[in-house]
């Protein structure tokens, strides 16, 4: 599976493609949603400017610490990000800091912002995972030809998995079809009336945490703290987390107006 396109004059890698594809429709979604809610236009995007950066040294700088056995001879390949290596916990805990930051900052509603970003956000992790796929990583075990081919899963997919002489599971593809749903479902559930401002973050928070859980329990490539996958630490705590919000803005009514912190 090639990792780069190559126009001759210059190579472009197909992570970076698929990162750029992401962020661009999630930008579109949200100044169409910021639009509706009359959310001032330059104050979107200076957040979105700020967050983007922070969410993809979180992404690394997460990765990195958890591969800084590797990284201490190679420390040059730090900053080799197209090679892939960014880790979407990092990015979605370090995007969340500058939102909450950013947002009390200028008094504005930090849960109506997020309800706005969650939605373009789990679409990006759909569409990104994709990288992993030309790649060859974020993949699970080693399985046979048939296994694959009893699964739904494109042709295409399944003879892209074929890597240095074995099949592997493509639990990266399993994951992009379920954020691809989860998209829908928050988009659905955030256009219902009656719904609290937080709650569409908080059914990310639950429905991401899920799916993590779950794909991570394939994954062969994950970063570890002992024994224990931290993605499916970090899972627990997201499920916990949304849990916990979703009840609280059910109860509280949170923040309904913009500017109310």
């Not at 955030?190 to 937080?198: E, L, Q, S």
Request: charged fraction near 15%; aromatic fraction near 16%; proline fraction near 2%.
């Amino acid at each position: 599976m090639k990792s780069m396109l190559d126009l001759g004059f210059i190579s472009i890698h197909y992570y970076s493609i698929f990162l750029l594809i992401a962020f661009a429709l999630g930008c579109i979604l949200i100044f169409k949603e910021v639009k509706a809610k009359n959310i001032s236009k330059e104050f979107i995007e200076n957040l979105l400017f700020w967050t983007v950066i922070f969410s993809i040294l979180g992404a690394r700088l997460y990765f990195v610490v958890f591969n800084f056995d590797y990284y201490l001879y190679n420390p040059l390949e730090i900053f080799m990000v197209w090679n892939g290596g960014l880790a979407i916990h990092g990015g979605i805990i370090a995007g969340l800091l500058t939102v909450l930051y950013y947002c009390h900052k200028y008094k504005i509603n930090s849960f109506q912002i997020l309800d706005i970003i969650v939605v373009s956000l789990i679409l990006g992790q759909a569409i990104g995972r994709w990288g992993n796929f030309f790649n060859g990583e974020a993949h699970g075990p080693i399985v046979s030809l048939d296994t694959l081919q009893a699964l739904p899963i494109p042709s295409f997919v399944v003879s892209g998995m074929y890597i240095d002489g074995n099949y592997y599971l493509p639990t990266f593809f399993f994951e992009s079809m379920l954020c691809l749903i989860g998209f829908v479902i928050l988009l659905l559930f955030r256009k219902r009336k009656n719904v609290k401002t937080g709650q569409t973050t908080s059914l990310y928070l639950i429905y991401y945490g899920l799916v993590r859980f779950f794909i991570e329990s394939f994954r062969t490539d994950s970063l570890m703290l002992l024994n224990l996958k931290m993605a499916q630490i970090i899972s627990i705590i997201m499920i916990i987390s949304g849990i916990i919000l979703f009840v609280k803005c059910r109860k509280d009514n949170l923040y309904n107006e913009v500017g109310e912190e």
